[in-house]
């Protein structure tokens, strides 16, 4: 279990793009299945994980945001469940991404007769209580509550033959590492695990070293990388002029738009100045209530909103195609954090764009961003804003200033 993860990439057995899903070992019934979803053909992701998911193998899944993370493990795991006892649990950091698993797992465990259960908080226990007694055969579930429900004698692991860690990196993020640490000691040493992550940074290499046996890595696109199709650019501009840059945007593009803040509390004053510029938008933070939180997002769904605004605690869940804009309105505290949230767009193959607003004295942020994507991110100047509002164009010495971190009301570095 102490064994180094073997960390190259995998390469062989790749399935022709012709084949569909026919080749990767799926069974005859998930194959109708995933026909009569349409389902035409599987992403990288699916190509590589899959194969080795069924056959049993501890999978570290390296990919971009939107590549199709969730049925390279929810397939494999129905299968094996369905042929071998033993239980299956996924483990996601938010209610949402939870809700969403639950929505793609769903449709292929009932066809095999299998029940499965969402454990999340913000919802009642007695609901949850009542399920897990029927003996569901794969519980999905956010950490914290998984907790819960095994202190008060409602779940047990003991049987958990498959563990999946979804957006595993986020969950270190939000700080479930010690509740993680706690459920493995729950767990059965003899298991299948399966991380996936758009990003892989040290703390999950010592997970895989500590808990997983001889684990593949099936990475389709280096650590950080930035969804293919997304294209991107940073407006420097003084923080009072951020609403002002916002509304002339909003007016440029007519699509669903995903705008994200740093803080809940600057959440609700963006929603209120987007909705006072006309336009119809949602708010999604930990604030909000389950109910809130689904009616907000299945709102942004169908077009009764045009704008939602999350903060990048509820930020996973959001699984939305079609997005047409990602805007960070305040960058994030975290530079991998900037790969997950501009991944909401660009997804299943269609374009996207990133646009992110940046203060005179962000330099150093947004060169941890560069470093992080290994690209320079175009700064653009909005050509409907009062010049004197930008910090700097293209053009002058100051965006050199900038990119070294200083900040230019001061003329010295600034400190992080």
């Not at 703390?203 to 890595?217: H, N, Q």
């Not at 047409?324 to 909401?344: M, S």
């Not at 409907?384 to 965006?399: D, K, L, R, T």
Request: aromatic fraction near 6%.
């Amino acid at each position: 279990m102490d064994k180094k993860p073997n960390i190259s990439n995998l390469t062989q057995g790749v399935n022709p793009p012709e084949a569909g899903f026919y080749g990767l070992g799926i069974a005859p019934k998930i194959l109708d299945i995933l026909e009569r979803m349409k389902f035409k053909a599987p992403t990288p992701i699916q190509t590589k994980a899959i194969p080795l998911g069924i056959q049993g193998k501890d999978i570290i899944g390296v990919a971009q945001t939107g590549t199709g993370k969730t049925h390279s493990f929810a397939i494999p795991m129905v299968q094996r469940l369905a042929q071998e006892k033993g239980t299956g649990l996924v483990l996601a950091p938010t209610r949402e991404l939870a809700i969403q698993i639950d929505d793609a797992i769903r449709p292929l465990a009932h066809a095999f007769g299998m029940y499965t259960v969402c454990l999340i908080g913000g919802a009642p226990m007695q609901p949850q209580i009542q399920k897990l007694r029927r003996n569901p055969r794969i519980v999905i579930a956010t950490p914290g509550r998984l907790i819960d429900h095994i202190w008060q004698g409602n779940a047990s692991v003991d049987y958990v033959s498959m563990l999946v860690l979804d957006e595993a990196d986020r969950m270190l993020d939000m700080g479930f590492a010690p509740q993680i640490e706690q459920i493995f000691r729950f767990l059965p040493r003899n298991r299948q695990t399966m991380l996936f992550s758009a990003t892989i940074p040290k703390e999950i290499m010592d997970i895989t070293s500590k808990y997983m046996k001889l684990p593949v890595s099936v990475e389709i696109a280096p650590s950080g990388t930035t969804a293919e199709r997304v294209t991107q650019e940073v407006f420097i501009v003084r923080r009072e002029a951020k609403l002002m840059l916002l509304g002339r945007i909003l007016t440029q593009y007519r699509g669903a738009v995903l705008l994200f803040s740093r803080t809940k509390h600057n959440a609700r004053k963006i929603v209120k100045s987007i909705r006072d510029m006309g336009h119809r938008a949602a708010e999604i933070h930990s604030d909000r209530s389950l109910g809130q939180r689904r009616e907000a997002l299945e709102g942004f769904k169908s077009g009764k909103y045009k704008v939602l605004v999350a903060t990048d605690i509820a930020a996973r869940g959001i699984d939305v195609t079609g997005i047409e804009l990602v805007i960070n309105f305040d960058l994030p505290d975290d530079a991998q954090n900037y790969v997950h949230r501009i991944g909401r767009t660009g997804r299943a193959g269609h374009p996207g764009h990133a646009i992110s607003f940046a203060t005179p004295d962000q330099g150093q942020d947004v060169s941890a961003i560069e470093k992080l994507i290994r690209a320079t991110l175009p700064i653009s100047k909005h050509p409907q804003i009062p010049s004197e509002q930008f910090v700097q164009s293209p053009s002058n010495n100051q965006a050199r200033h900038f990119r070294r971190g200083f900040d230019r009301n001061r003329n010295r570095p600034r400190r992080f």
